[in-house]
């Protein structure tokens, strides 16, 4: 009886899965390799030659070695110490941990995972608005779009669940 009295709460059948839950576990779990890889990337180019190997990328992809992008990013490279990189792979991969952490949950449906990730996404909504508002592109837009939706969608979750609870007495 417990079991079933838990499915109704949630909303759906015993045996079936809330498919938005799922589908933004799993987003959270495909972001969780993706940073992964670039935490793994970053600390790989500890105490390298960063300007060098992005000119040889750049000759590799035949871009512009004298345009204005190439030279900014160069300029920039020189800044990037060992140490900026190691606190970047550091942040790096403490993200892709709580990604993990938050997609896991969410597919398995627990409450504590949908508060997690509607912590998280909040937390980093200003950062995202900021961006946006001093430079704005398609890219951080859709972005943001995307993170309201996620962040609309739980919200809209977890009082339906509240409200669902409250009607079987518990």
């Known amino acids: 009886m417990e079991e079933s009295g838990m499915a109704k709460v949630k909303g759906h059948a015993a045996g079936h899965h809330d498919r938005g839950l799922m589908a933004i576990g799993v987003v959270k779990l495909v972001e969780a390799v993706f940073f992964l890889l670039v935490g793994i990337g970053v600390i790989h180019f500890i105490h390298r030659d960063l300007g060098n190997t992005a000119l040889r990328l750049a000759e590799r992809l035949k871009l512009d070695l004298g345009g204005r992008l190439m030279i900014w990013v160069l300029d920039h490279l020189d800044d990037v ?16 941990g709580l990604r993990v952490v938050e997609g896991v949950g969410l597919v398995m449906e627990k ?32 972005l943001l779009l995307g993170n309201l939706t996620v962040l609309a969608y739980l919200v809209w979750n977890l009082r339906r669940s509240r409200a669902a609870k409250m009607m079987l007495g518990r």
Do not use: M, N, S
């Open 111 to 142: 409450v504590w995972a949908e508060y997690l990730t509607v912590g998280a996404t909040t937390i980093f909504l200003p950062w995202e608005i900021y961006e946006i508002a001093k430079h704005a592109d398609w890219i951080r837009v859709c």
């Open 81 to 96: 110490t060992a140490r900026r990189l190691k606190q970047i792979g550091i942040f790096t991969f403490f993200y892709a």
